[in-house]
């Protein structure tokens, strides 16, 4: 059975430096692996996918994340915080046909000035 | 615009009403989705259907009944409401049913039961 870890479930950060977020995955297959973002009171939207291509994947608004299958971890990374990244990351991973999403737990981004 | 939305933004209403929750998206999409946050952020997958066909229907409640009348519009009616289904429910579409798929999510509906 297909499950997702998100080992913070809150991470605070200082504007300009880096932001990781962690994510670990299971998976009996080869899966399809996201990372959604949700601003408050907002509905998700999609920062990028891993769909078996190339390992390291980009993403909208400078965020990138790396597919280690050795690790099986997804952890999503971005070199500078900015102030509008605060918000709520949600890891996710989808591995059959029916398009269910299975989501993580949730990490609450901080960034303070 | 091109989305997908719901309506309405907000319901407040008692235990024991029946309400109905409304989505559509205008992407073409063929398949769409419901899902429920709870107060602790954790989204959960409900009902999925594919060009009007039920394809998910996870442990849900009986009280819960997805209908669609075309593949733009998927909608939730809930009877005999109880406190527990106080949440954010989020509607989402898809191309399709591929794993690869991204689905775009709606701005989601808060509905308090008191």
């Known amino acids: 059975a297909q499950s997702v870890t998100q080992l913070d479930s809150h991470v605070s950060v200082s504007e300009g430096t880096p932001v990781l977020l962690r994510c670990n995955y299971s998976?009996?297959?080869?899966?399809?692996l996201f990372w959604y973002v949700q601003h408050p009171n907002k509905g998700l939207q999609l920062l990028l996918k891993?769909?078996?291509?190339?390992?390291l994947v980009k993403g909208i608004n400078g965020f990138e994340a790396e597919f280690k299958k050795s690790e099986t971890s997804f952890h999503l990374t971005k070199p500078s915080a900015h102030m509008s990244d605060a918000a709520e990351y949600f890891c996710?991973?989808?591995?059959?046909?029916?398009?269910?999403?299975?989501f993580g737990q949730g990490t609450t981004l901080q960034v303070k000035p | 615009d091109t989305a997908v939305s719901q309506t309405p933004k907000y319901l407040v209403t008692q235990m024991g009403n029946d309400k109905s929750i409304k989505c559509e998206q205008n992407?073409?999409?063929?398949?769409m989705y419901w899902y429920k946050q709870d107060s602790k952020k954790f989204l959960k997958i409900m009902f999925s259907?594919?060009?009007?066909?039920?394809?998910i229907n996870e442990t849900v409640p009986n009280r819960f009944s997805p209908k669609s009348p075309d593949k733009a519009h998927l909608n939730l009616h809930i009877n005999s409401l109880e406190l527990g289904d106080s949440a954010v429910y989020f509607c989402?579409?898809?191309?399709?049913?591929?794993?690869?798929?991204?689905?775009?999510f709606g701005p989601g509906t808060r509905l308090t039961v008191l």
């Open positions: 989402a579409s898809s191309p399709g049913r591929s794993p690869y798929n991204e689905q775009f």
């Open positions: 998976s009996s297959y080869s899966p399809s």
């Open positions: 891993y769909t078996s291509a190339a390992t």
């Open positions: 996710v991973v989808s591995e059959d046909n029916t398009g269910k999403l299975i």
């Open positions: 992407l073409g999409h063929d398949t």
């Open positions: 259907y594919n060009n009007k066909e039920l394809i």
